[in-house]
């Protein structure tokens, strides 16, 4: 049993924000990295990876790729065991629209969502690299 009145058959949704953006759900070609960054941990390397190649950053302006940056190096601190600096970084990520929660707020939809699956070519980082550096983390703590 349901609650209140049954919909009209041919119901139409009023709410539909104006400014609601839709993203094509495709690797962007990103960024290469700025050497001057000086990022040494595999784990901020593989977030600016992440990042760069989001579908969010269909919509970029260079301000947002230079906050990008800033992330990244917060990052980096935070994988060599400075680990104050994660509030930050996940309310710079939440402006992106880092999860799915994230992007609801923002009127943000990306289109099949559901089939993503990550570039295996883009990947120059081993699995074991990123293992070894989340152990050591969570072993000075």
């Known amino acids: 049993?349901?609650?209140?009145?049954?919909?009209?058959d041919n119901a139409v949704r009023?709410?539909?924000h104006e400014h609601a953006t839709e993203l094509e759900n495709a690797a962007q070609a990103g960024r290469e990295m700025p050497r001057g960054l000086g990022i040494a941990t595999a784990g901020a390397k593989r977030f600016w990876r992440?990042?760069?190649?989001?579908p969010q950053t269909q919509t970029w302006a260079e301000t947002d790729w230079a906050e990008l940056e800033i992330t990244t190096k917060l990052v980096d601190l935070f994988y060599q065991g400075d680990t104050k600096h994660a509030s930050e970084i996940r309310m710079r990520v939440a402006k992106w629209g880092a999860t799915v929660?994230?992007?609801?707020?923002?009127?943000?939809?990306?289109?099949?969502?559901s089939e993503e699956t990550p570039d295996k070519a883009v990947s120059d980082l081993s699995e074991s690299n990123l293992d070894e550096e989340l152990f050591k983390l969570l072993n000075d703590a």
């Open 14 to 16: 009023r709410n539909k």
């Open 50 to 54: 992440t990042w760069s190649t989001a």
């Open 1 to 8: 049993m349901t609650r209140g009145p049954k919909p009209k």
């Open 101 to 113: 929660e994230d992007r609801a707020r923002l009127r943000m939809k990306i289109e099949d969502e």
